[in-house]
């Protein structure tokens, strides 16, 4: 190793990955981005609330203006099964895609750095540093090993193989549709604000994001439906997971994949159990999928020279909007804790660690009490400001408007 150079070795590059990948690099690391798929990654379609934390080397680096790629919502509004209004007060909130993310970060790393079809399959730490093997039979020394490799992750089996997804009794149903696709009445409804129906053991949240082509003018845009329905683990949720093809999946299947039947009783169920607006959104989305809902949690994330980040450690549920902010909040730690120790990347993970597992313990155990109270306990009741997003603490994803 070069002096306060470590070279770092990150699997995985989703935004958890690539954002470590920066912040490190930035700390003086020589970086190296190893990631599975042959292809650059896609959103699913889907739109991500953010935090300051997900856009922080972003808004930083100068590579984006925030109001520029997200759009808004300034009203949290709760409507009744008939389409009056419950409850609204004032919010600051702001969305955008996960392909915006993933593109402006992607942007900001030299591509030589980034390995596209190339996974992390084995590692051997030794005295001075960690063998990794690749997916093509090569091995790369590095000093430090981050595994940014989500759910499933490999680092996380091989290191705490007792530690398993846990699926939570629930699917989150997802969709867009064009703001111009929506009725007059419904898109009054639904434009500005974040919107959401609390039903008996449900409940379904709107909000606006950029359309596919980046307009983030109001009528130009999509709202995006997140809709959470019990499914009952083992055959219910076995069959609602295998793909039109016939093929089952573990977590989620994409825009276009779910069976023809699944998308029809959607469409059915969002008629007669949701107010008229959130209903349209569902009923006129593209190409509705849905995504399962897991609880990960892991006792270490820091093993020697290797660590966990982001998914690969804690997968929260998505009532807290948090997960691409913890993967942020992990990797830019983490190159603080490696610039604070001179390289040392043993003392920098030591010195990490307990402060990453706490943030994740906390927001895990928040995101799994407001699923709970939602979807079997029948406590989820707004308005109350322990319903917010946020990472640190409920509504800590308030985004300051720039002058
Ligand atoms: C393609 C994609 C689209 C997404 N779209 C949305 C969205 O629209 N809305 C939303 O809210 N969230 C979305 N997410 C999830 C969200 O980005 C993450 O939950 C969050 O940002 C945490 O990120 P992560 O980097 O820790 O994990 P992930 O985003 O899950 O990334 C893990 C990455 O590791 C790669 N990988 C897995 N195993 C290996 C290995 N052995 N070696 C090398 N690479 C490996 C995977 O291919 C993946 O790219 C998406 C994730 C992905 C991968």
């Given amino acids: 190793m070069e002096e306060g150079h470590p070279r770092v070795i990150v699997a995985g590059g989703s935004l958890g990955g690539l954002t470590a990948a920066l912040h490190l690099r930035d700390a003086g690391c020589d970086v190296a981005v190893h990631e599975r798929s042959r292809l650059p990654l896609e959103g699913r379609?889907?739109?991500?609330?953010?935090?300051?934390?997900?856009?922080?080397?972003?808004?930083?680096d100068g590579t984006i203006r925030v109001e520029e790629v997200s759009t808004r919502a300034d009203r949290l509004r709760y409507l009744n099964r008939e389409g009056s209004v419950r409850h609204e007060e004032p919010c600051r909130y702001r969305f955008t895609s996960y392909y915006?993310?993933?593109?402006?970060?992607?942007?900001?790393?030299?591509?030589?750095?980034?390995?596209?079809?190339?996974?992390?399959?084995?590692?051997?730490?030794d005295a001075d540093g960690v063998d990794v093997r690749l997916g093509d039979g090569s091995i790369e020394h590095a000093d430090l090993l981050v595994f940014a490799d989500g759910i499933h992750s490999t680092g996380r089996s091989t290191l705490l193989p007792e530690v398993k997804p846990r699926y939570a009794g629930y699917v989150g149903w997802r969709g867009t549709v064009l703001e111009s696709d929506l009725d007059g009445e419904a898109f009054e409804s639904l434009h500005q604000a974040i919107v959401y129906y609390v039903g008996p053991n449900t409940h379904v949240l709107t909000y606006p994001i950029p359309d596919f082509d980046g307009s983030v003018e109001s009528g130009r845009r999509r709202i995006n439906f997140v809709w959470y329905r019990n499914v009952a683990a083992g055959e219910e949720i076995d069959d609602l997971l295998t793909d039109r093809y016939g093929e089952k999946h573990d977590v989620s299947l994409g825009p276009g994949a779910v069976q023809e039947?699944?998308?029809?009783?959607?469409?059915?169920?969002?008629?007669?159990?949701?107010?008229?607006?959130?209903?349209?959104?569902?009923?006129?989305?593209?190409?509705p999928f849905v995504q399962a809902v897991f609880d990960v949690e892991v006792p270490r994330m820091a093993f020697g020279r290797a660590c966990l980040i982001g998914d690969a450690a804690f997968v929260i549920r998505p009532h807290a909007a948090a997960g691409t902010a913890k993967a942020a909040e992990d990797g830019y730690r983490l190159s603080e804790a490696v610039a604070a120790s001179g390289?040392?990347?043993?003392?920098?993970?030591?010195?990490?660690?307990?402060?990453?597992?706490e943030v994740g313990r906390q927001v895990l155990e928040r995101a799994r009490d407001l699923g709970d109270r939602s979807q079997f306990l029948g406590t989820?009741?707004?308005?109350?400001?322990y319903l917010s997003f946020g990472l640190y603490r409920p509504g800590d994803s308030w985004m300051q408007e720039s002058a």
Avoid: K, M, N
Wanted: proline residues 9%; glycine residues 8%.
């Fill in 45 to 60: 379609g889907a739109g991500i609330v953010l935090h300051p934390s997900s856009v922080r080397y972003l808004e930083a």
């Fill in 100 to 125: 915006t993310l993933y593109q402006g970060l992607l942007g900001c790393l030299e591509p030589d750095r980034y390995h596209l079809g190339s996974a992390v399959v084995d590692f051997h730490p």
């Fill in 261 to 287: 039947g699944y998308v029809a009783s959607l469409f059915d169920a969002a008629e007669s159990e949701l107010p008229e607006a959130i209903a349209q959104t569902v009923v006129r989305s593209d190409a």
């Fill in 343 to 357: 390289g040392d990347v043993v003392r920098a993970l030591e010195r990490w660690e307990p402060g990453q597992l």
């Fill in 380 to 385: 989820y009741r707004p308005p109350d400001p």
